[in-house]
């Protein structure tokens, strides 16, 4: 199998596995609150990272580090992984999946618009299109296609969602900062991030046993979501000579979601959320447009 095939086998393997996640959110959630699901999830993705950099014999980059690095990995592991997944998995909470997986998806059109003032890039016609159509899409998923009485099925819920696609871009926009191996600067993210975790579970929340459902679920959105398919889709971005290719992947994972919420999670699939799905993507397309 040449590098371009296997390439394309990682990408669609991250992008399968992105799409099950909405509904091991909303799953996992019916047994433990945010913070609980925060806790263990991102303590069993620590893991699959240390296990990661065993493998590849790199642990040892953890401890060579310069204080500014390890500054820095201080502030992005408050973004995230605890400011990002501590409100999105809040807004899961209030929403049914079908509305907060789509709305979390305009984080890209967010990040584009951060980006002008903190890394001083133009913005163009195609930003402003791509706002325009991508937010009618938000307006008509949080309506349930009533988009002119604005009565949204639960305004707090959909105000975290999109404030996750703020935090989720400023991660970014400060990870390019980071000039680390990405496994490395992640796992110590991960790592700096953990004090912030459970001082809030400890003073939010309740010391119990976690159900053995919630657990399962935490074991498998650590395990995937926040660490595998980081891994799974660097490689497909490493090995690809076509990264356009790759990264238009990404925009397959909402449309199959909708299929494992309406199988898994039991929701009934609006035609909103489906027509809201697809202005915010065709606003995601406008982009790209040259």
Not at 141 to 166: C, M, Y
Not at 206 to 222: D, T
């Amino acid at each position: 199998m040449n590098s371009n095939r296997r390439a394309l086998l990682f990408g669609l393997s991250a992008v399968l596995l992105w799409s099950t996640v909405a509904s091991a959110f909303k799953l996992s959630l019916r047994y433990l609150s945010p913070i609980e699901l925060l806790l263990y999830s991102g303590s069993f993705s620590t893991l699959l990272l240390a296990t990661i950099l065993l493998y590849q014999r790199k642990f040892n980059l953890v401890f060579g580090c310069s204080r500014q690095e390890y500054l820095l990995s201080l502030g992005l592991g408050l973004l995230s992984p605890f400011l990002y997944y501590l409100i999105l998995f809040k807004a899961y909470d209030l929403l049914p999946a079908q509305q907060a997986q789509p709305l979390n998806y305009t984080w890209a059109i967010t990040l584009s618009l951060l980006a002008v003032p903190l890394l001083k890039q133009k913005i163009h016609w195609q930003q402003w299109l791509a706002l325009v159509v991508s937010y009618c899409g938000v307006v008509v998923i949080s309506t349930e296609g009533n988009p002119f009485r604005l009565q949204f099925t639960d305004p707090f819920g959909v105000f975290l969602a999109l404030i996750s696609t703020i935090v989720w871009s400023l991660y970014w926009i400060y990870n390019t900062l980071d000039r680390r191996d990405p496994i490395v600067g992640l796992f110590v993210n991960f790592l700096f991030s953990f004090p912030f975790v459970f001082g809030y579970y400890l003073l939010t929340t309740e010391l119990r046993i976690p159900p053995g459902q919630g657990l399962l679920g935490a074991a498998y959105i650590g395990t995937f979501e926040m660490g595998a398919c980081f891994v799974l889709w660097l490689l497909a971005m490493k090995l690809t000579d076509n990264t356009a290719r790759i990264s238009n992947l990404i925009f397959l994972s909402p449309f199959i979601s909708l299929v494992f919420i309406y199988f898994l999670v039991g929701e009934k699939i609006l035609p909103a959320t489906f027509i809201g799905l697809i202005l915010i993507v065709a606003g995601l397309l406008c982009q790209r447009i040259k």
